[in-house]
C-alpha cells in the first residue's frame, strides 16, 4: 500500500509559478514511476507529467517549457514545478505512482493521491 499527499496548491495569477509536491509512504519509493496528472471541470483526467526511476521524464505538450517533474528519492517526493501559468491549467492535481512488471507494460500497483487545487486568474 502506497499512501501518496499532494500539497502545494493554490490560487495564482497569469504568468506566475507554483511547486506541487507529493510525498509517498508505504513501500520503495525508488521503484515507482511517478507521475502528475489533472482534471479541469468537465473534462478527462488527463496526463501532466511522468518521470521514471532513472530520472526519465515527459511532458503533455500543453505544458512542455513551462512545467518541470523532478523526483528526490531520498525524501521519497515527487515535485511539479509550474512556471508561467495559465487559466487553462486549472485544474486539480493528482499525484500517482506505478510500478510496472518485467515486461514493462504489466502494471503491478496503480495509486492516486487525494488532489490539490490549481486555480490561475486571468
Known amino acids: 500500500q502506497v499512501q501518496l499527499v499532494e500539497s502545494g496548491g493554490g490560487l495564482v495569477q497569469s504568468g506566475e509559478s507554483l511547486r506541487l509536491s507529493c510525498a509517498a509512504s508505504g513501500t520503495i519509493f525508488s521503484r515507482y514511476v511517478m507521475g502528475w496528472y489533472r482534471q479541469a471541470p468537465g473534462k478527462q483526467r488527463e496526463l501532466v507529467a511522468t518521470i521514471t526511476s532513472s530520472d526519465t521524464s515527459n511532458y503533455a505538450d500543453s505544458v512542455k517549457g513551462r512545467f518541470t517533474v523532478s523526483r528526490d528519492n531520498a525524501k521519497n517526493t515527487v515535485y511539479l514545478q509550474m512556471n508561467s501559468l495559465r487559466p487553462e491549467d486549472t485544474a486539480v492535481y493528482y499525484c500517482?505512482?506505478?510500478?510496472?512488471?518485467?515486461?514493462?507494460?504489466?502494471?503491478?500497483?496503480?495509486?492516486w493521491g487525494q488532489g490539490t487545487q490549481v486555480t490561475v486568474s486571468s
Open positions: 500517482n505512482a506505478k510500478r510496472f512488471g518485467a515486461e514493462s507494460r504489466q502494471i503491478l500497483y496503480n495509486y
